[in-house]
């Protein structure tokens, strides 16, 4: 039951972002999709394993559900993220703080759900882990912009 | 927590050369690719790492520990930035072979073959240490399941050759 709740909430966030405006290319939202994933998967790999302060419930339904959690829909908010920044909206700034919102929400409702269990855990830890989700992928979006810009390579175009 | 060896041995000298010496072969091999594309092309790589790594090694069933203790550790971050060379090159070849959608099978076969031969050397030295029945074989199908990843990739994001006259 865990999994279809954790599946059909990453297909919504799926479908928002198919529908949301893009201003990256695909080759950099692929990239940019790597370098987050890697990031987050770090991290909570980090809290889960290393530090213990989340356990993720031993039981098959649930971990299916973490990972789905933790590998296709943290990462597509950060994309999205990656997206609203490049925005020419004076309150594109506004947009990553609501993905953060919502990357906590993700994280409370897989609790509520009891895929995840805090042990050592509090909202302080979530907002500071899932803040520097968002300040990565902000990061990052400059960075692949910039190996964008310095592609000249007259042989190799990305479509 | 299992613990196989707590010292600086083969397991992280293998890992450190592998990087080392992949890096070396991206960054000395003539350019082929746009830069976004070689980061591309090198970080699917370290991706498809870390995703079956963190996918078949974790709990409720953990097929393999990497490195020295069933714990992340900084050298275990390290090892999967192998994998980036071997996707480059993967590319690269591609690439350099101009092979068509048809003929990219032979290549996936060839690519998983030597991938399972390093893998196996690796296991050999201590780098990943199998559990519950865990077998090579099983790595040979997830490789050629990432290649088709990286074929379909490739495809992807690879300028349309000029239609000839």
């Known amino acids: ?159 | 927590m299992q613990v196989y060896d707590n010292a600086f041995n083969a397991n992280e000298w293998f890992v450190l050369c592998a990087v080392t010496i992949g890096l070396l072969v991206v960054i000395l091999l003539p350019k082929r690719f746009s830069l976004i594309q070689t980061v591309l092309f090198f970080m699917c790589g370290v991706y498809s790492g870390f995703f079956f790594d963190h996918t078949l090694s974790v709990i409720p069933v953990s097929f393999y520990d990497v490195n020295d203790v069933s714990k992340y550790q900084v050298m275990d971050f390290l090892s999967y930035w192998t994998y980036g060379p071997m996707s480059y090159l993967f590319f690269y070849i591609a690439d350099v072979l101009r092979l068509r959608l048809s003929q990219m099978p032979v290549l996936m076969l060839v690519w998983a073959l030597i991938g399972c031969g390093l893998e196996t050397f690796a296991v050999h030295i201590g780098v990943y240490h199998y559990q519950h029945g865990y077998k090579i074989y099983y790595s040979l199908a997830i490789y050629l399941l990432v290649n088709c990843a990286w074929t379909a990739l490739y495809f992807g994001v690879r300028r349309p050759e000029p239609r000839s006259i």
């Not at chain 1, 759900?113 to 300040?135: D, K, M, T, Y």
Request: charged fraction near 10%; charge should be positive; aromatic fraction near 14%.
């Open chain 1, 1 to 159: 039951m865990q999994f279809a709740v954790s599946v059909l909430t990453t297909w919504i966030v799926i479908i928002i972002f198919c529908l949301m405006p893009k201003k990256l290319t695909g080759p950099e939202m692929v990239l940019l999709f790597f370098v987050n994933s890697i990031f987050a998967i770090s991290i909570f790999t980090t809290v889960e394993l290393n530090l213990q302060y989340v356990t993720i419930a031993d039981n098959v339904d649930r971990k299916f559900a973490a990972m789905v959690g933790h590998m296709v829909e943290a990462p597509i908010l950060l994309v999205m993220t990656s997206n609203v920044v490049l925005y020419r909206n004076p309150l594109r700034w506004c947009l990553p703080i609501l993905l953060w919102l919502v990357l906590f929400a993700s994280q409370y409702t897989m609790k509520w759900i009891g895929v995840l269990i805090f042990v050592q855990w509090n909202v302080f830890r979530s907002a500071v882990e899932n803040g520097s989700f968002v300040v990565f992928a902000v990061i990052a979006t400059f960075i692949v912009k910039w190996i964008s810009g310095r592609d000249v390579n007259p042989r190799a175009s990305v479509r």
